[in-house]
């Protein structure tokens, strides 16, 4: 290794990290001057590009964590101080994963991750696992947001149905599977990456929630080129530093019509001549979309 190395982190935990440096992963720990810096977020995460030195034959050292280009976050569950919760860094796209069957898809989840994504500019892919499980009516609300421009991909990873188009979205990307636990990330991820077995858990019977499977964020090489993260399954997830005056922008359907906005601080809930209100009784917007437009901002202001 020569004095300043770089690497992508695939693995963190406990002060140390493991960094991939072409076709070989070494363990490194952080320098301590890094860990002592104040900071409001976390120090190193997957995805995140590191500077490595190695001080003696036994030692690699995290000497730098390179400026993110974009990641995914949340804000750190609980009621203690905020502080921004990174679960993958330099994130090309997310695949937000929800399933049919149980657990049943929730919108407002599904919206949240999408105004992350936005905010992040990371593209959004909308992957319904559980295909087999597919009823009637099933597909109804798909419309909407296919209307909006959100790719939608119907998948199964019991059966492999839509695993291919799947995988063709996967490469030389750095992707990441978020969403619910017991949608199936892991067994999908099991397919892709065969040889991988990540623990998988059933739906509780009784909530008809998943017990959450995935302990640490790992990030995982394809075979084809790009890489794949697999993090914890998120229940509690608030958007972190989300401006409320760039909320509308992160609703692409809301955004289209700012400008024709009577005035341009709009919060587009109770002024007279908003364009997007008036989009909304024409039918132009779709309902429960705005209605989490409301939400999120009252969440933001509140």
Known sequence: MSETTEGLVVRSTAGFVDVRLDDSIVQARLRGRLKNTPRTTDLCVIGDH?????????????????????????????????????????????????????????????????????????????????????EPGDGAWQRAYESIGYPILTVSAGTG?????????????????????????????????PGLDLDIASVSDHHGKGRHTTRVASLHALAGGGFLADTP???????????????????????????QCAFRSCSHTHEPGCAVVDALNEGDIDPGRYESYVRLREEATG
Not at 249 to 259: A, G, I, T, V
Request: include cysteine; charge should be positive.
């Open 233 to 259: 399954g998120i229940r509690e997830l608030a958007t972190w530093a989300l401006p409320v005056n760039d909320l509308d922008q992160c609703f692409p359907e809301l955004s289209s019509y700012r400008m």
């Open 161 to 193: 149905q839509g695993l291919e188009a799947l995988g063709e979205v996967l490469q030389d990307k750095i992707s990441a599977f978020v969403g619910p636990s017991g949608v199936g990330k892991s067994s999908l991820i099991n397919r892709i990456v």
């Open 50 to 134: 590191v500077l490595l030195s190695r001080p003696d034959e036994r030692s690699v050292v995290v000497e730098k964590v390179l400026p993110r280009r974009s990641r995914f976050s949340r804000r750190q569950p609980g009621k203690g101080p905020n502080k921004e919760d990174v679960l993958v860094a330099n994130l090309d796209q997310l695949l937000i994963t929800f399933c049919h069957g149980r657990p049943v898809l929730k919108t407002r989840l599904l919206d949240r991750f999408l105004v992350i994504a936005e905010h992040q500019r990371v593209q959004p892919i909308i992957v319904m696992n559980k295909a087999d499980l597919r």
